[in-house]
C-alpha cells in the first residue's frame, strides 16, 4: 500500500522509497489521510474512494509500471476531493506522484517566514520548484537562503548554549565569521550545538553541512530534490526549536520572577 507520509507531504516527482509492497493492487489497503478540506476551511480526513484495481475484477492486477488514479473524499462534508496521480515502477519500491488536483500546495511555516523576513521570497521560489520537481533550483534557492541566514541563526544559537560551554561556543563563533564559506562556519560549531537542538542525539547541523557539501556535486533533479527537502526541514526545525527555547525561558524567567515578588511581598 502507499504510505500517508507520501500523499500528504511529496511534491511531484520527488522519488519515495518503500520495500516489501505486494505487486497485486488487491492486497493493498486504504490508508487514510489528513489533509486541508477547502469546503470545511480545516484539517480533515480523507479516504480513498475508489480501488487500486478495476471493481468486479476476478484476476489480479499488478502495480508495477503503472499509473494510479487516487480519488480521495473529505469524510466530514463529503464534498471535497483531492486527486493524485501515482507511477509505480517495475520493482514495486520506487513511487512517484506525476499528477495532483488540487496542486501541491506551497506554503510556509509561519514561524520560518516571520523569522526569514526579507529572505521569504527566495524560501518560496524553493517551494515553488520543488513543488515542480525542479530539485536543481530548490536546492540552489535554499542553498542561497541557509548562506544568507546562517550568521544570525548561529548568533541565536550562542543564547541557548549551556554555561560551561558558552566560551568555548563564542570562541568558536567568532572563528566563524571570519570565513565567508557556510559549510566552513557550519563545521567549526557544529559540534558545540545545545542538547536542545540534537533530537535523540542527532545533529541538524552536522546534517546540514552534509547536505549542502553532496548537494554541490548532485548531478539530477531527482538527488538535489532530496538534498533540498533535507535542507528545508533542518532550518525549519532549527528556527522552531530556537524560538519555542527562547519562548520557554522567557515564560519561566518571568513565572520565578513573579514568584519570588509574592514571596518577598509576605
Not at 480513498?48 to 502495480?63: C, P, R, T, V
Not at 519500491?93 to 488540487?102: A, L, R
Request: glycine fraction near 4%.
Amino acid at each position: 500500500m502507499i504510505d500517508k507520509e507520501f500523499i500528504e507531504e511529496y511534491s511531484l516527482f520527488r522519488k519515495y522509497k518503500s520495500e516489501g509492497i505486494s505487486k497485486n493492487l488487491q492486497d493493498w489497503k486504504k490508508t487514510p489521510i489528513n489533509m486541508t478540506c477547502n469546503v470545511c476551511k480545516s484539517l480533515q480526513t480523507f479516504n480513498l474512494s475508489n480501488d487500486f484495481y478495476y471493481e468486479g475484477s476476478s484476476q489480479k492486477i499488478f502495480a508495477n509500471n503503472r499509473v494510479l488514479n487516487l480519488k480521495y473524499i473529505c469524510q466530514s462534508c463529503k464534498n471535497f476531493n483531492r486527486h493524485f496521480y501515482v507511477y509505480v515502477n517495475e520493482n514495486v519500491n520506487e513511487f512517484y506522484k506525476v499528477g495532483q488536483f488540487p496542486e501541491w500546495e506551497i506554503k510556509m511555516d509561519k514561524n520560518l517566514e516571520k523569522t526569514l523576513n526579507k529572505h521569504s521570497p527566495t524560501f518560496r521560489k524553493g517551494l515553488v520548484c520543488e513543488s515542480q520537481g525542479y530539485g536543481i533550483g530548490a536546492f540552489a534557492y535554499y542553498r542561497r537562503i541557509t548562506e544568507e541566514i546562517i550568521d544570525e541563526l548561529l548568533d541565536s544559537i550562542s543564547e541557548l548554549i549551556e554555561e560551561e560551554h558558552k566560551s568555548e561556543y563564542l570562541i568558536a563563533l567568532e572563528k566563524a565569521k571570519k570565513t565567508r564559506v557556510t559549510q566552513e562556519k557550519i563545521d567549526i560549531v557544529k559540534d558545540l550545538l545545545p542538547t536542545i537542538l540534537k533530537p535523540n542525539g542527532m545533529n541538524p547541523l552536522g546534517v546540514l553541512h552534509s547536505e549542502l557539501s553532496e548537494g554541490l556535486h548532485a548531478s539530477t533533479d531527482e538527488a538535489c530534490l532530496e538534498n533540498a527537502n533535507h535542507i528545508k526541514s533542518i532550518l525549519t526545525f532549527l528556527i522552531n526549536q530556537i524560538i519555542q527555547s527562547k519562548e520557554s525561558a522567557k515564560s519561566f524567567t518571568s513565572s520565578m520572577k513573579s514568584l519570588l515578588e509574592k514571596k518577598s511581598a509576605k
